[in-house]
């Protein structure tokens, strides 16, 4: 049975690697209208691009307070010496001094 199990794996890479290229397929046309993106998109050289830090028509509202990424959907979870921020998530309270 792990033979049989073995031998379907290149066949189940091979699906794999195919829905996700569909799925960046359609993710670069997510046009709702004719010439105009859908919500938490914005259209950047042409392409429909997910917003980053930001949601809403046309990415123009910034992520609500602990939240971050892609169309906000992500959530900081930030130690007390770290802050949220709106595109990559927890980042440190600390800067390097001059020496």
Same mark, same amino acid.
């Given at each position: ?7 379907? #794996?290149?066949? #189940? $890479? ?14 670069? $046309?997510?046009?709702?209208?004719? =010439?105009?993106? %859908? ?15 930001? #949601?809403?028509?046309? %990415?123009? $509202? ?14 900081? =979870?930030?130690?007390?010496?770290? $802050? ?16």
């Amino acid at each position: 049975m792990l033979m049989d199990m073995m031998s379907l #794996y290149p066949l #189940y $890479t091979f699906s794999c690697l195919i829905l996700l290229m569909r799925s960046i397929e359609l993710s670069k $046309t997510k046009k709702c209208e004719e =010439n105009k993106c %859908c919500p938490d998109y914005r259209e950047i050289n042409g392409t429909c691009s997910e917003c980053i830090g930001f #949601y809403a028509e046309n %990415c123009s $509202t910034p992520c609500p307070p602990n939240f971050f990424g892609p169309r906000c959907r992500k959530v900081c =979870n930030c130690s007390e010496n770290e $802050t949220c921020n709106q595109f990559v998530g927890c980042i440190s309270n600390f800067t390097c001094g001059k020496i």
